[in-house]
């Protein structure tokens, strides 16, 4: 079991460095793609700097605790793009049939689908994000566990995505709702949790991931809180269980679009 599940890795691994190498045919674009994201991500910070120049904290966030949260987000969003950027295209790869091309190959089915795409200008936000932290001086074991919370994060960002992309078994458009959730997730990611009160901030720890799996990471890498660390890991452990149990659900109802298409 322990072979296979180590052949299962490997494949997995082969399957994104493939993904990148095709990207990075190109090196002109592969470079503009990921030089303009990072300038991209920066362009939005100017308004924390002049705000942050008029008052000294924005819902209990100071500037660097801002940035910390800017960059757990970036990095945790570029990550997911990165190694499992196809699970953004699931709704179609349901309702479509597409799933076919997956199901007959040697690796596990959801594994195949989440590997087969990457996006490259997510390496840009994994960047920007790490050039952010930086910028704050973490120190050793303070960017470690920066590492950490972004490997974490990007599990929820995929876990989330992929709970919502599998609802597509059942329902229609689901899409519209996967891609409307994620960027509240990421919108809502990049404000002080200060700022939301009352429902609006019960609705964003308990219908999307964004207290558990952003806010309370940004507070423990702020000030570490053991006990909270460890309830962040346990509950993206567990949105990960419940999104793979819900994929693996949907896909007894999967009904194959007979198309003939190979991958490569």
């Not at 303070?142 to 599990?155: D, N, P, T």
């Not at 919108?187 to 558990?212: C, E, K, S, W």
Request: proline share 2%; charged share 15%; glycine share 8%.
């Amino acid at each position: 079991m322990l072979t296979a599940a180590k052949n299962q890795l490997r494949v997995c691994f082969l399957s994104i460095k493939y993904n990148i190498m095709r990207e990075m045919v190109n090196k002109v674009t592969f470079l503009t793609n990921v030089v303009f994201m990072v300038l991209n991500d920066a362009s939005i910070l100017v308004q924390w700097f002049i705000l942050f120049r008029l008052r000294d904290d924005v819902g209990g966030y100071s500037l660097r605790e801002v940035l910390m949260l800017w960059g757990l987000v970036a990095a945790s969003f570029g990550l997911s793009n990165i190694l499992f950027a196809r699970v953004l295209s699931l709704p179609d790869l349901i309702i479509n049939g597409k799933l076919d091309a997956f199901l007959v190959q040697p690796k596990k089915v959801l594994l195949g689908v989440l590997t087969s795409e990457t996006r490259i200008s997510a390496i840009g936000d994994l960047l920007y994000g790490v050039i952010l932290v930086c910028l704050c001086k973490p120190g050793v074991g303070g960017f470690f566990l920066f590492l950490l919370f972004v490997i974490m994060g990007a599990l929820a960002f995929t876990a989330f995505a992929l709970l919502l992309g599998s609802l597509s078994f059942w329902f229609v458009r689901m899409d519209i709702l996967q891609n409307q959730m994620l960027m509240g997730m990421i919108n809502f990611g990049t404000y002080p949790d200060g700022i939301f009160q009352g429902d609006a901030r019960v609705l964003l720890y308990l219908l999307m991931p964004v207290g558990m799996a952003l806010w309370q990471p940004a507070h423990v890498m702020a000030c570490f809180d053991g006990k909270m660390f460890l309830a962040v890991l346990g509950y993206v452990l567990l949105l990960s269980v419940a999104a793979v149990a819900v994929f693996y659900r949907g896909l007894r109802r999967y009904a194959s679009g007979n198309l003939m298409e190979a991958r490569l």
